[in-house]
């Protein structure tokens, strides 16, 4: 129902008599007032947990699936060349430095006593091998990748993960070796420079 609004009008133009008319005005007031409709459909149960992306990997109960996360598989397949790139151009790198310590002691065997040749095919006989066992775990890296790509198993892509780890870990002590090398020779060289004096 709608109110009722009284309205006393005591104009003597109109009314010269001094009647008050009280006259009814009505105003309607009510609105249909709806509910505001979302945009996302309640579901039957309102329990009901949400559905999981599949692609992180996980089912509807919360559980991790066996299979691999197709987004994470996709950067790795990805990187996968670069991978491979860089393992060669260490297992190269290697060759080189292998070659050119060779080169250096068969030149420098008639000028040269023993232990300072000595020294010099350990200094190249060791970087190689800083550039040698990187190289492997990156080739194992990009196997283990390749291997993921086929199968999109949980465990392939746990095993890649581990060996970037492995290959990690010898980066950082290839760096404090360099470091010490370099530490080494700037000592060397200034002890031999003041000698000299």
Not at 26 to 35: G, T
Not at 53 to 66: K, Q
Request: glycine share 4%; aromatic share 12%.
């Amino acid at each position: 129902m709608a109110p009722f609004l009284l309205c006393i009008i005591t104009n003597r133009a109109l009314f010269p008599d001094h009647t008050i008319y009280l006259l009814p005005l009505s105003f309607s007031f009510s609105k249909s007032i709806r509910p505001r409709q979302t945009a996302t459909a309640m579901t039957s149960d309102p329990y009901e947990p949400p559905a999981a992306d599949p692609a992180l990997g996980i089912s509807r109960d919360g559980s991790m699936s066996t299979n691999a996360p197709p987004v994470v598989v996709e950067h790795l397949i990805r990187t996968r060349p670069w991978v491979k790139f860089c393992s060669l151009a260490g297992f190269i790198a290697s060759g080189f430095l292998i070659l050119i310590g060779l080169l250096t002691l068969r030149r420098m065997i008639e000028q040269l006593p023993p232990h300072y040749l000595l020294l010099l095919g350990g200094f190249y006989l060791i970087l190689a091998i800083l550039f040698i066992i990187p190289s492997l775990w990156l080739s194992r890296y990009e196997k283990s990748i390749t291997r993921l790509q086929i199968s999109r198993h949980i465990a392939d892509l746990e095993q890649a993960i581990a060996y970037q780890r492995i290959f990690w870990r010898h980066m950082a002590i290839m760096i404090l070796i360099m470091l010490f090398i370099y530490l080494l020779t700037i000592a060397f060289s200034a002890i031999a420079l003041l000698s000299t004096r």
